[in-house]
T-cell receptor, first 112, second 112 residues
C-alpha cells in the first residue's frame, strides 16, 4: 500500500472547524483516499473517501489537492463526540488490492 | 447499531484454553475481515474472506484459525494462545473487497 503521513495529534475547540491534513506523495492514479475514525473503546468508523474531486457528506468534507499528493479532512464544527483517532488511508480502486492498512493516525482532542 | 455484531465483547482465557470469537454482519456484504489491535500499535490485518473464501492470511500464527461458514458469519478460533496475543480483535465487512469497511465494536481478549 502507498504510504500516508499524518500528524500524531491535533487539538481543537468545540464548535470550531478542524482541518486534519494527510500527505500521500506516492499516491498512484487508481488510489482512492479513505478516512476512518476510531472513537475510544469502539471499532473504526468510515468517514469519507474520494479520488480527485472534493467530497462532502453528513459527517465531513474531503479536500483533495490538485496533484493528489495531499488531502485534508474538514470537520465543519467540532463537537466533543468528534474526539477520536483519524486515519487517512489509500485504497487501490483497481480491485486487486483488498488490504486496508491503517497507520497510527491523528489523535484529535476537542476542548469544551 | 453498526450492523456488525461481535461476541463476546470481553474474554479472558488461559494459555491452554480453546475459545472462539464470533462475528455476524447484517448488511448483506460479501467480504469479511479480522483485524488485531494491540495497545499503542496500528490495526493489523489478519484475515480476509471474500464470498466465504479466504483470500488473505497475513502471516498469522496457526494458533488463530478463522472460519467463514457463510457470508454473514465469521469466527476466529483460538487455542494455546500466548499473553502477547492479548488485544482487541475487530471484525469488519464490506460490500466488495475494495469497498468501505464497517467494523464491529471488537472483542477484548486477555490471555493469562
Amino acid at each position: 500500500d502507498a504510504k500516508t503521513t499524518q500528524p500524531n495529534s491535533m487539538e481543537s475547540n468545540e464548535e470550531e472547524p478542524v482541518h486534519l491534513p494527510c500527505n500521500h506523495s506516492t499516491i498512484s492514479g487508481t488510489d482512492y483516499i479513505h478516512w476512518y475514525r476510531q472513537l475510544p473503546s469502539q471499532g473504526p468508523e468510515y468517514v469519507i473517501h474520494g479520488l480527485t474531486s472534493n467530497v462532502n457528506n453528513r459527517m465531513a468534507s474531503l479536500a483533495i489537492a490538485e496533484d493528489r499528493k495531499s488531502s485534508t479532512l474538514i470537520l465543519h464544527r467540532a463537537t466533543l463526540r468528534d474526539a477520536a483517532v483519524y486515519y487517512c488511508i489509500l485504497r487501490d480502486g483497481g480491485g486487486s488490492n483488498y488490504k486496508l492498512t491503517f497507520g497510527k493516525g491523528t489523535l484529535l482532542t476537542v476542548n469544551p | 447499531e453498526t450492523g456488525v455484531t461481535q461476541t463476546p465483547r470481553h474474554l479472558v482465557m488461559g494459555m491452554t484454553n480453546k475459545k472462539s470469537l464470533k462475528c455476524e454482519q447484517h448488511l448483506g456484504h460479501n467480504a469479511m475481515y479480522w483485524y488485531k489491535q494491540s495497545a499503542k500499535k496500528p490495526l493489523e490485518l489478519m484475515f480476509v474472506y471474500s464470498l466465504e473464501e479466504r483470500v488473505e492470511n497475513n502471516s498469522v500464527p496457526s494458533r488463530f484459525s478463522p472460519e467463514c461458514p457463510n457470508s454473514s458469519h465469521l469466527f476466529l478460533h483460538l487455542h494455546t494462545l500466548q499473553p502477547e496475543d492479548s488485544a482487541l480483535y475487530l471484525c469488519a465487512s464490506s460490500q466488495r473487497v475494495t469497498g468501505e469497511l464497517f467494523f464491529g465494536e471488537g472483542s477484548r481478549l486477555t490471555v493469562l
